[in-house]
């Protein structure tokens, strides 16, 4: 089993930033990608962006350029820089990881972080 622990989020004006975190605790059997995803009331979940494995980043065309994930192996930590914040930002944002199995993969997630761009 994987724990994840989300902290960072709040209220923010439009142009400023905020750094998420997501202290990790457990054994990551056949870790497949790190993640970061966000959500509204009533909508899916939408993946921000991805760390892999081999340390490759990937981001959602909405946030690329305005977004970097990275890790810190020492701290069992993964975070979420979020600059230039616009108002669609708005969201509870959930860190992610995500497993080999059999057949199919299997994830764990975070709580969330509710983070609010306005002015």
């Known amino acids: 089993q994987v724990q994840l622990v989300e902290s960072g989020g709040g209220l923010v004006q439009p142009g400023g930033s905020l750094r998420l975190s997501c202290v990790i605790s457990g054994d990551m059997f056949r870790l497949i990608s790190m993640n970061w995803y966000r959500q509204t009331p009533g909508k899916q979940r939408e993946l921000v962006g991805t760390?892999?494995?081999?340390?490759?980043?990937k981001y959602s065309a909405s946030v690329k350029g305005r977004f970097a994930i990275s890790r810190d192996r020492d701290k069992n930590t993964l975070f979420l820089q979020m600059n230039n914040l616009k108002p669609e930002d708005t969201a509870v944002y959930y860190c992610?990881?995500?497993?080999?199995?059999?057949?199919?993969?299997?994830?764990?997630w975070g709580q969330g972080t509710q983070v609010t761009v306005s002015l």
């Open positions: 992610n990881t995500r497993h080999l199995g059999v057949g199919a993969p299997y994830d764990y």
């Open positions: 760390l892999n494995t081999g340390g490759g980043t």
